[in-house]
């Protein structure tokens, strides 16, 4: 098992299970038998879906499931026919509080049928993979068109078990990660490789000066958004919003669409401060942002952890939302060109390597009051995706917590349009809809003035 993925592991608490959490709206529901054949004929060549995670006395491993059954793991919930979106909300929240079975596979996908069509309802630890890697698996999973899904999937091949790597490996394997991230290998016939004392000279300093920053960075304000007090969770998610609205108000902004959603979570969260009587121009509000290492070794696989975090200060001072997306998209860029992604990711392989007790306390350092949340963008399918013959109408997915952080913030594009996600510790923030409808709210006052400035313009 990587460091990384081995790290993602062991931060999941009693309190706080490390479940990414993901919705599938078909438009038409397929019989659990259908589905099953389906998940476990497409699956079949993932090694990873069919292994455990296990400590013992050789260290942290993938071991395959000697009893593994696609029916433990495809399941079905009943659910009132006239069932709410509260009701539902409520459903996907007792799911994203429960722990998964650790003597099996940690994933599940639970179908919720509703009328004609179905809710399938996918939970699965972060230490199987990121979001990027998740989508890839999509993509291979899922069909262009209805009918795709009748010709024949993937077919199951037999397991065979992983070479095993030793921590010296690994440790090789990390240096050329950082290596390659800090500054790209020349080109073939472009001059010599400077020997390896030189490199690893210039690895450490690049990381050295990001350890030095981290270590600066003052404490948060204390909020009532901080902090996780229990294992219930609760959920909520908006209406798609058209990339179409979205591009032309971050145009005019002059940000990019990422930034000018960071944005509005900002204000969001500036005006869930005021309802509760704190002066947000007085807070200092982080979130931790997940960004990808491309040039990485296992960038574009279809499993395991493959980013860094950047930790953003979110301007909630600011009132002019034109500066307000400026100063994120600034902040933002200024992450980008620096190694703190990349740090976080060496510092985070490296704890994953460690035995316990040390490993549980470097965890701690390394998250414990370093932000009130996650916020997390995934780019997903660009057009419709079908699965078991049945039309994907809609996804969702909810980003996981670690430690003590109680809020998790996801946006995720499917099919020219983008969703926002916010899970939350359910006594820090019992009903997150409110928050997702502020931050929505924000964005929809914000067009008017963009088309104004471009007519300006």
């Not at 795709?148 to 440790?171: I, K």
């Amino acid at each position: 098992m990587s460091g990384i993925d081995a790290a993602w592991w062991h931060m999941s608490r009693p309190h706080n299970p490390l479940v990414i959490v993901g919705v599938l709206q078909l438009d038409a529901a397929p019989t659990l038998k259908a589905l099953r054949e389906c998940m476990d004929t497409r699956l079949g060549g993932e090694r990873r879906w069919r292994q455990r995670p296990v400590r013992d006395a050789d260290g942290d491993h993938w071991e395959a499931d000697p009893r593994f059954r696609i029916e433990r793991h495809v399941t079905r919930l009943p659910l009132p026919a006239d069932a709410d979106g509260a009701a539902r909300r409520a459903l996907i929240g007792r799911l994203a509080s429960e722990p998964l079975d650790p003597e099996h596979p940690l994933w599940q996908l639970v179908m919720v049928k509703a009328g004609k069509g179905a809710t399938l309802v996918l939970r699965i630890h972060h230490c199987y993979a990121d979001g990027a890697a998740l989508v890839r698996l999509l993509q291979a999973i899922t069909d262009g068109s209805a009918a795709g899904s009748a010709a024949a999937a993937v077919a199951t091949e037999p397991l065979a078990p992983e070479a095993e790597v030793g921590v010296l490996e690994e440790l090789a394997r990390l240096f050329t990660d950082a290596e390659r991230a800090v500054v790209p290998p020349p080109a073939e016939g472009h001059g010599p490789v400077p020997p390896m004392a030189a490199r690893v000279a210039r690895v450490a300093v690049a990381l050295g000066r990001e350890a030095v920053r981290l270590t600066d960075m003052p404490d948060e304000t204390p909020t009532p958004l901080k902090g996780c007090d229990g294992p219930d969770k609760a959920v909520a998610w908006s209406a798609p919003l058209a990339l179409a609205d979205l591009r032309p108000v971050a145009r005019a902004f002059g940000c990019s669409v990422h930034a000018l959603m960071l944005s509005c979570v900002a204000a969001a969260l500036a005006g869930e401060l005021r309802s509760r009587g704190q002066d947000p121009r007085r807070a200092e509000l982080r979130l931790l942002v997940p960004t990808p290492l491309a040039r990485t070794r296992r960038a574009q696989a279809s499993a395991g952890n493959h980013f860094g975090l950047v930790n953003l200060a979110l301007p909630l001072g600011i009132a002019n939302p034109v500066a307000r997306s400026w100063e994120v998209q600034r902040r933002l860029e200024a992450l980008t060109g620096s190694h703190q992604a990349l740090l976080m990711h060496v510092l985070l392989s490296l704890v994953g390597l460690l035995t316990e007790p040390w490993r549980t306390k470097a965890l701690d350092l390394l998250l414990a009051g370093k932000a009130t949340g996650v916020a997390t963008t995934v780019p997903g399918p660009p057009a419709a995706r079908y699965l078991a013959g049945a039309r994907i109408a809609d996804m969702m997915f909810w980003v996981p917590q670690a430690g003590d952080i109680g809020l998790g913030v996801s946006f995720l594009s499917y099919d020219g349009s983008l969703r926002v996600g916010v899970m939350s510790d359910a006594v820090r923030l019992p009903e997150p809809q409110r928050l997702v409808e502020r931050l929505v709210g924000e964005f929809e006052r914000l067009r008017p003035l963009a088309r104004l400035m471009s007519t300006q313009d």
